[in-house]
């Protein structure tokens, strides 16, 4: 059975610190899709990224960067120099073969950026 | 374009009342999904309709239902209200790639 897990239920950082979420998965499907969203406190889940199994690539965008292991079947999120705006719920999420319009998610980090 | 939209976007029922959600996807988007976020529970798939059939089903008792119309909006509906169905309703609508844009969702609070 698929499952995501979020080990780090809530997290506080001062802002310009880095921070990593970490996100473990269990899948016995070869193919499988992993994602992040973000959860401001509007409610809106906003898409960060998807990442499919076959690409270990790590990603970067702007203070954002991923790291995908296989291995440890890890697909952990970092912020650099973190910033107010950061301040979120952040989930981690899998879907198997090439079902994306079945999603499960990880129960969420929620991240608190303190000024 | 206008983003996915949700109505109403807050409600109150009482139990064994019976609440129907409405999700208006992105225009051009015909694939809906709703989730269902408990603090409990955390986000849960409920179903997905594609071109108004019924694709996946999350585990959710019968009480839950859905469609989709053939302008690709689509209602949920709960029967039975219990307590436990307090949530807040989350709809995403895609097109073909495989990016999900959420709605702001539906705060539904059963008494």
């Known amino acids: 059975a698929q499952k995501v897990t979020q080990a780090q239920t809530e997290i506080s950082v001062v802002e310009k610190e880095d921070v990593t979420l970490d996100c473990v998965y269990e899948t016995r499907d070869t193919t499988y899709y992993l994602f992040w969203y973000k959860q401001p406190p509007s409610g809106e889940l906003v898409f960060l990224i998807r990442r499919n199994s076959f690409d270990e690539q790590n990603e970067i965008s702007g203070r954002y960067s991923w790291n995908f292991q296989k291995s440890t079947s890890s697909f952990n999120f970092t912020i650099t120099a973190s910033q107010v705006v950061d301040s979120a719920v952040y989930f981690c999420?899998?879907?198997?073969?090439?079902?994306?319009?079945?999603?499960?998610f990880g129960k969420g980090t929620r991240l608190h950026i303190l000024p | 374009k206008a983003g996915v939209t949700q109505t109403p976007r807050y409600l109150i029922k009482t139990r064994g009342q019976q609440v129907t959600l409405s999700c208006s996807p992105i225009?051009?988007?015909?694939?809906v999904s709703w989730y269902q976020q408990t603090p409990g529970q955390g986000l849960q798939f409920l179903f997905e309709y594609f071109s108004e059939t019924q694709r996946n089903k999350g585990n959710f008792p019968g009480r839950f239902s859905g469609r989709q119309f053939s302008n690709s909006r689509s209602e949920m509906n709960v029967s039975t209200l219990e307590l436990g169905d307090s949530a807040l309703y989350l709809c995403?609508?895609?097109?073909?790639?495989?990016?999900?844009?959420f709605g702001p969702g539906t705060r539904l609070t059963v008494t």
């Open positions: 225009s051009g988007h015909r694939s």
């Open positions: 999420a899998l879907s198997e073969g090439n079902r994306d319009d079945k999603i499960i």
């Open positions: 995403a609508s895609r097109d073909f790639s495989y990016e999900q844009y």
